[in-house]
């Protein structure tokens, strides 16, 4: 019997798997960023279809719960994701100020 | 002496016409006024006395304020002045802030209103200027008197070194960082801010200044 939230767990992975392979296919991720993508989602499949598996992996590590190891992990890579994009949000900033003022000083020495 | 004056200017149409003008009676021919894409006439009034640098967007000062000194340092500037589009300096000072430099006494002269005169201040704004006082020599382990001085003076070779990577107002920071790390000699010179409506409603809130030294901690630990 397939709860609810397993469907639309299903939906939504299905949806956003989609969106990554199309992104792809467009170039605008890399194959290994699709790689990455698709094991995200993935094992959220995987979990929610098979969340036993979860308290095995808990033992493993020796968590309590087996849902405590997946939010544990889901925190810990959203932070890490959050950082980079942090550092790339920084970099492009630096990048746009240097062209504003490339176009600037251009203007002016013309 | 070649000096040159740069200005940073972000909406200051009301203002930056007189502040050009009594540049201009005092002698001061190489004036730069980087506009930080202002939505009022800023630029068109900028450009009738001075060479007017235009950013297309709003970057924040410290990004103006490279810009300019990067146009100086490319027209050959032996000092570089920065001051402030607001009317809250005196011109006379541009020469106080310029001497250590040209006599080869300093590399970098910072204005010090605490030093000097800072007419009409504000109660509030004296504590945040002292908390930055405090601030900044716990960062840096640099003792000023001021901390958040737009009046400033390089040599060319100074400017040069110095990296201003904060676009906005953090590049305060910058200055007191670059220093320590080029080991360049600073010279706190006493001058007159004056504090008038206008410059009141311009000027930094107190979250701000918060914000402010937020950003410079992490800056700090960052780098």
Known sequence: MISLIQLFAFAFVTFAASRAVLRAKDKKITVFELFFWLCIWGGLIIVVFFPELTSYLADVVGIGRGIDVIIYTSIGLLFYMIFRLYVKFEENEREITQLVREIAIMKKKK | ?223
Request: some cysteine; glycine content about 6%; charged content about 25%.
């Open chain 2, 1 to 223: 002496m070649d000096i040159f004056v740069v200005i940073p200017a972000y909406n200051e149409e009301k203002k930056i016409g007189i502040v050009l003008k009594s540049l201009k009676n005092a002698g001061y021919e190489n004036i730069v006024v980087v506009d930080d894409g202002s939505k009022d006439r800023t630029f068109e009034i900028a450009k009738e006395n001075s060479y007017a640098l235009m950013h297309v967007l709003n970057r924040g000062q410290g990004a103006a304020i490279k810009t300019g000194i990067d146009f100086a340092l490319s027209k050959n500037a032996k000092v570089i002045v920065t001051f402030d589009a607001d009317g809250q300096f005196l011109v006379e000072d541009i020469k106080k802030m310029a001497e250590p430099i040209i006599k080869k006494m300093a590399d970098i002269t910072l204005g010090s209103r605490f030093l000097g005169k800072a007419i009409n201040i504000p109660y509030s704004k004296k504590i945040v200027l002292k908390l930055g006082v405090i601030f900044v020599f716990l960062l840096y382990g640099i003792k000023i008197t001021d901390s958040q001085c737009g009046l400033r003076a390089f040599s060319s070779d100074a400017a040069k070194k110095i990296k201003v990577t904060s676009d906005r107002m953090e590049h305060a920071a910058d200055f007191f960082s670059e220093i320590m790390r080029n080991k360049l000699i600073y010279l706190e010179v006493p001058i007159t801010v004056l504090y008038d409506k206008y410059s009141l409603k311009k000027g930094q809130s107190w979250a701000r200044s918060i914000d402010l030294g937020i950003n410079m901690i992490l800056k700090k630990l960052m780098r």
